[in-house]
């Protein structure tokens, strides 16, 4: 299989962090679980609207030039 063909695909640092919470095998109940992915989703929803916010004011900034 050529170069060309071959298509990856990087994991997000969410889904990492996911990977390593299961990976901890914390015998978490299912309320457990679900607090600890929302608190997850939580963290990666504030980066998201951090980013986002940070190009909105670098596109504002140069859009006004």
Not at 14 to 40: C, G, H, R, S
Not at 49 to 59: D, M, P, R, V
């Amino acid at each position: 299989m050529s170069n060309l063909t071959t298509k990856t695909t990087e994991k997000s640092n969410l889904t990492l962090a996911f990977e390593q919470v299961e990976n901890l095998k914390l015998n978490l109940t299912l309320d457990e679980k679900i607090f600890l992915n929302n608190v997850l989703c939580n963290l990666a929803t504030e980066q998201f609207s951090k980013g986002l916010n940070t190009a909105n004011e670098i596109h504002n900034k140069y859009n006004n030039l």
